[in-house]
């Protein structure tokens, strides 16, 4: 039987999702970090069993797409040899886990992510498929708007907190607390239902009125959020962006050859572990305020076979149009698989044309249908309203 699930399921390696160009299978790198050999390994898997294009995630993973059924087992017998396949579907599933990227050797966030990924594969706890955690222990937050349902973060002072989505303030813990309160937490939101037949997440819970109990109740602060993250030099090394979230496996090659190892991000921006100088290439993004950055597409036309239009071609022909601190999502059809949050402008191909949705997401009804890729460009004030 086909390991694939139906679609609209959050994908895994060993549960894997059917789209319009084959499987899509995630590979979710533990601590948010490759090493060198890993980078190269999954370059190679690409090219051998996937179509050569590998997704990088809002969720801070890898995809290997185009993936054949008779490829799915080899694959993850290659992903086991280099050490990133978790040892069920479940226990890969329940591990959802963000990692700031702004750690150094020593700090607490290597050993919380491992501390995280293990009690969590202990927990048998039924999780809903998107929910997740954060790690976010910086002395600035960088993950504060980022999917997450549980985050260990610090307050101003520097102390650790524990805190679920939601709430504006968490619970202060030490250090060796913090993983077993995060369980603590996620424990509550099953047990007061908040999973609501698999699809629920905790600020919606706390939004419904759910009361978090005394014990888990928090009053710490946690510290200030961190201006946007852009390409660029950082102590920890190069940050890049790659446009429309996609590279190719050569491009994991060009990563690994210079033996720096990758941590993954939420932001289509991977930080090459110590590098001073930010790499370069095809569908890499090295200048901070690169137009590419505001705009998102899935694989489209003709990569997908359920796409209705090039949405790559359409969103690099408009990213220059869009305001600076607006966001274009171009989706191929309704299913939104590069983006389900919400963004200034979503564009979705149709039989019939364009249907744009305002502040809203592929989800969300249209304030207008059936535009022309061309009259977009032509016109893209279209895009931003007053018509
Ligand atoms: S959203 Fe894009 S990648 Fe996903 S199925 Fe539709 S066209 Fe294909």
């Not at 030490?174 to 037949?197: D, P």
């Not at 370069?280 to 597409?297: F, H, K, M, Q, T």
């Not at 408009?318 to 191929?332: E, I, K, N």
Request: glycine share 12%.
């Amino acid at each position: 039987m086909s390991a694939a699930t139906v679609k609209g399921w959050c994908p895994g390696a060993l549960r894997p999702m059917q789209s319009g160009d084959g499987l899509v299978v995630r590979v979710r790198p533990f601590g948010g970090r490759l090493e060198a050999p890993q980078i190269s390994g999954l370059a190679e898997l690409a090219e051998r069993f996937g179509n050569g294009l590998v997704d990088v995630t809002s969720r801070a993973n890898l995809q290997i797409r185009g993936v054949q059924e008779d490829g799915h087992r080899p694959l993850l017998d290659g992903l086991a040899r280099l050490a990133l396949l978790d040892p069920d579907a479940d226990i890969e599933a329940r591990r959802n886990i963000l990692v700031t990227p702004f750690w150094s050797r020593g700090d607490e966030t290597q050993s919380l992510a491992a501390e995280l990924e293990e009690a969590l594969a202990d927990s048998g706890l039924a999780l809903p498929t998107k929910f997740g955690f954060a790690i976010d222990d910086g002395r600035s937050r960088v993950l504060a708007g980022d999917s997450a349902d549980i985050r260990i973060e610090r307050d101003r002072a520097g102390g650790l907190l524990v805190r679920a989505d939601g709430a504006r303030l968490g619970r202060s813990v030490e250090r060796g607390q913090a993983v077993s309160a995060a369980l603590a937490l996620a424990s509550w939101f099953l047990i007061s239902g908040g999973a609501k037949g698999g699809r629920g997440r905790m600020a919606a819970h706390i939004a419904s009125g759910a009361v978090l109990p005394q014990s888990l109740r928090g009053e710490t602060e946690p510290a200030p959020v961190m201006a946007a993250v852009r390409p660029g030099h950082y102590p920890e090394g190069a940050m890049v962006g790659v446009a429309f979230g996609q590279m190719l496996h050569a491009t994991l090659h060009q990563f690994s050859a210079c033996g720096h190892a990758l941590r993954m991000t939420p932001w289509r921006m991977v930080l090459s572990e110590g590098k001073r100088e930010i790499p370069s290439g095809a569908g890499l993004i090295s200048e901070p305020y690169d137009p590419a950055l505001r705009v998102i597409a899935c694989s489209g036309a003709p990569r997908c076979r359920e796409a209705h239009a090039d949405t790559r071609a359409l969103a690099a022909a408009l990213a220059p149009r869009m305001p600076a601190d607006a966001r274009l999502h171009v989706s191929g059809c309704g299913k939104g698989c590069a983006h389900s949050g919400n963004s200034a402008v979503t564009l979705i191909a149709t039989r019939a044309g364009f249907d744009l949705v305002r502040d809203g997401s592929t989800r969300d009804a249209p304030v207008l249908r059936g535009l022309s890729g061309a009259d977009i460009v032509s016109d893209p004030s279209i895009l931003v309203g007053g018509n």
